[in-house]
């Protein structure tokens, strides 16, 4: 086999699961599109028109590659028609800022000698024909509909416009500099931009956030003085159907409009907001909206003023729906200076406590955008409260792709498994088994993990994290497995079988053994504190003001939220309040987010939490060690480049994973003085 040596650059990036021989198998078909004509010149038909004459270019069989429907050796032919709906569609009010998902969807209908993508919009025929890559085209059904989940499949950039201090260029971001900015503006050579809207809409990705929500003073502008640069942005992700949103602060109207309040309820703060978003749309027709972060860490927000947090969404969606725009308003809020010493502020309660009262007062064009669990992207929390507790609120399902708590793309940590389970949940497990999280929430969100890296990611196989997510905001019951499968397939189609299958081995394993040898139980954490949030420092975060404790001592470990401790359990359903409460029925794998439990305490699993402490995390780096073993015999099966690039960052992850072994086996030996029963070193 001949092995691909293209070294990438910032320049020339990996194509991800993109690349030309991929797309090959759709320029061998005969295609034509079937478009009524006062749509022909749409900037997503014009897009489409231009990836079928790539195909044709990269064709297997085309004799004449120049032209997107050039007579091929094969007979199959493929048809994209657009059907546009006619008539009244009863869609309930929302849907005029929320969307429609079946306005992206679309059916594929096959014969022996013809594939027909039929859907109702651009978009919808966008999505149905890079779905064709995923398919076996020779045993697709007769006829089968696609239907994203929800209308709003959004990915959140912490891209800071100039480079923080502490946080860098991107917060959170392990990928190199902001596609979006550089030397505090937006590029010049946005390149990169739109590469990067083609792999979003190849997953059905149609939203996008483009600045931190830690919004500092030069990304504030961006609403205001520098929205033109904005619309150049806006103008590439449109020809993808992708919309563009900014985070804005609480703050403009004193910071940027000169006023003397923030005041949601205040006239002239309300009229502030109009005429800023008025002129806007004047500049991006179809700007998608805003998403806030207030009263959060420091940002400015309506507490200030004795308003509720659906006080400050609502003026802010008032001010957005002439234009049809949504602010989806984040519940990440908490108190960040409590005092260690006490025990009866959980952080867990806070987005509970400041939204669930105000369930049914936000407007339809209001989302709430929920992270999945109480605390912060852990690699184990349990599932938000607040989710079952708004039944009357638009919701929004966040997740992070990036890999702030899982191995800052230094490790590999596939994510699909998690997200999936995430989404399966259910909060009624007796009375309402088949209503899932992913059924709940209007929209999904997710911090990007995305950069101007050579593999987009940094870590080249953390490319499929981001796939995972478009996959399964699509399609929440898709099997994180099987489209594990099909990155890997798509990524590297010149890579033998074997080694896909080896791949696969490894990367399904992953979230499971980056779990084993990081905090046990669910108690979450134990990280370097601050803007590192990387490797281990057990009681980094157990004396400060962020709420993020594991209360460990010389008798046991874990937080008391049951109903003699903080009673966070009470803000679930009852059914599963009960199972949470009872430590003979709260899961293994959440005992110390849930309950303080002595060293000796038995699991269901039969062992004691002291020695399953030692055997995780001696099991974790056996794995990691043994990925490392199983990779380097993959070395004349992958291409050059990035077999280098994974052996860089798997002997970084061996590093960190013995460093992590070695601190937690030894911090948790010295506070029970209980040996590891087989008797491995632990200093």
Known sequence: MSLDTTAHTATSPHPAWLPPTTLARLGDLTTTLDIPPHLADHPVITTLRSEITHAAHNATTTEHPGRASATTTTSRTLTLRLTPPTGATNQPASTQFLGDPHDDAYTLTTTPDTITVTGRTPNALLYGYFALLRHDLTTLPPTSKHTPATAIRMLDHWDNLSVHPVMGQIERGYAGDSIFYT???????????????????????????????????????????????????????????????????????????????????????????????????????????????????????????????????????????????????????????????????????????????????????????????????????????????????????????????????????????????????????????????????????????????????????AQANLYAYGRL?????????????????????????????????????????????????????????????????IDGYEYSPWGTYHFADRDGVGVDRTRTGTRFVDQYPPELADQYNNLDTCPDELVLFFHHVPYTHVLHSGKTVIQHIYDTHFEGVDKVLDYQRTWDNLRDTIPTAVFEEVSTRLTEQVRCAHEWRDQMCTYFFRKSGIPDTHGRTIY
């Open 183 to 461: 030397n505090g503006a937006v590029r010049e050579n946005l390149t990169r931009v739109a590469d990067y809207a083609r792999l979003l809409a190849s997953l059905g990705i149609n939203h996008v956030a483009i600045n931190n929500v830690n919004v500092e003073r030069d990304a504030a502008r961006l609403l205001t003085d520098n929205i033109n640069d904005v619309a150049r942005i806006a103008a590439i992700f449109r020809n993808w159907g992708i919309r563009t949103h900014l985070s804005v602060s609480f703050g403009s109207p004193m910071s940027l409009g000169g006023l003397t309040s923030n005041d949601p309820l205040d006239p002239q703060v309300r009229q502030w907001w109009a005429d800023t978003f008025t002129a806007v749309y004047s500049v991006i027709p179809d700007f998608g909206g805003i998403v806030i972060k207030a009263d959060s860490e420091g940002q400015p927000g309506p507490f200030a003023y004795g308003r509720t947090h659906a006080d400050g969404a609502n003026m802010l969606a008032e001010a957005l729906a002439p234009h049809h725009g949504i602010v989806h308003w984040r519940a990440f809020v908490y108190n960040h200076t409590q005092d260690w010493r006490d025990r009866t502020t959980d952080r867990a309660r806070a987005a509970y406590e400041h939204f669930a009262p105000h369930d049914g007062t936000f407007a339809d064009n209001a989302i709430v955008q929920i992270k999945f669990g109480p605390m912060d992207f852990q690699a184990r929390e349990p599932i938000s409260p607040t989710f079952a507790a708004m039944p009357h609120t638009n919701l929004s399902l966040e997740f992070q792709v990036t890999q702030e708590y899982t191995g800052q793309q230094r490790h590999i940590c596939y994510l699909g498994t998690q997200w999936s389970e995430i989404m399966r949940f259910t909060f009624w497990p007796t009375s309402n088994p088949h209503t899932t999280l992913a059924d709940i929430p209007v929209s999904f969100t997710a911090v990007s993990n995305v950069g101007m890296s050579a593999y987009w990611t940094g870590h080249p196989l």
């Open 473 to 537: 905001t699509w399609d929440p019951t898709a099997d994180p497995g099987d489209i594990l499968t099909e990155w890997l397939t798509l990524t590297f189609p010149h890579t033998p079988a074997a080694t896909r299958t080896t791949l696969h081995h490894i990367m399904a394993s992953s979230w499971d053994t980056y779990e084993k040898y990081t905090a046990p139980l669910g108690v979450g954490f134990m990280v370097s504190p601050g803007a590192a949030h990387y490797g281990p420092h």
